[in-house]
């Protein structure tokens, strides 16, 4: 039975350690591509390009006049495609897009990973140590809930952000944009399992010191 519990344990762990490995893999493939876009940029005296932001789309119609040209790697062949995200400017002046809320938003989402991570790995020693119904359990859990509801409030509002400061660019036509891909649905209803498992766990130890003080 521990051992499964140890093993389910690890699963999660290991889950939420790749995903801020994920995270921060992309968030360094974007400062590279920005980076060597500005060298670039500055080689060929060209005007450094402003902030871009990524806007999620569903065609209204696959016909021509929502497709785009693709080129094959291997036959060098245009291909006919439908892009459900794009890669925008985002217009300087837009808050929505400003480098300090981008900054600031990222932060918290790196800050509640952290803690979450943190609480899974204080929830796996307790149950190593036999302190499955305890204060420490619970505090363990609280702490990985609250932690993946506030990256996942972070993550979700860095993409409705960056929708609005495309939408600044352009409005597009025969395109819906797709506002829920925004959502980070996966990390918020884990979160919120976990403070439901939380609390369970301190309804239960409740009901036991009751019981104590009762006998």
């Known amino acids: 039975m521990k051992k499964r519990v ?8 290991m889950v939420v350690s790749a995903y801020l490995g ?3 893999y992309c968030a360094g493939v974007s400062f590279c591509m920005g980076f060597k876009t500005a060298l670039e940029n500055e080689k060929n005296g060209q005007e450094m390009g402003g902030r871009a932001a990524y806007l999620s789309l569903i065609p209204n119609e696959v016909t021509d006049l929502t497709s785009v040209s693709i ?5 060098g062949e245009k291909k006919e495609a439908w892009a459900l995200s794009v890669l925008v400017p985002a217009e300087e002046s837009s808050t929505s897009s400003s480098p ?6 990222s932060l918290l ?3 509640g990973s952290v803690v979450a991570l943190i609480g899974i790995v204080q ?3 307790c149950l190593n140590r036999n302190e499955v119904f305890s204060w420490k359990t619970v505090k363990s859990l609280r702490k990985s809930g609250f932690g993946l509801l506030l990256a996942g409030a972070a993550t979700s509002l ?3 952000f960056q929708v609005l400061a495309a939408l600044d660019y352009i409005q597009p036509s025969n395109y819906t944009v797709n506002y829920a891909d ?3 649905l996966g990390m918020i209803i884990f979160g919120l399992f976990l403070l439901l498992m939380s609390e369970a766990f301190a309804l239960g130890l409740r009901l036991q010191e009751e019981q104590e003080l009762t006998i």
């Open 6 to 13: 140890n093993f389910i344990c690890i699963t999660i762990l």
């Open 22 to 24: 994920l995270m921060l």
């Open 71 to 75: 080129s094959d790697a291997v036959t």
């Open 100 to 105: 300090a809320l981008t900054l600031a938003l």
């Open 109 to 111: 989402n790196m800050v």
């Open 123 to 125: 929830f796996v020693i």
């Open 158 to 160: 860095m993409g409705f």
């Open 182 to 184: 925004q959502i980070e």
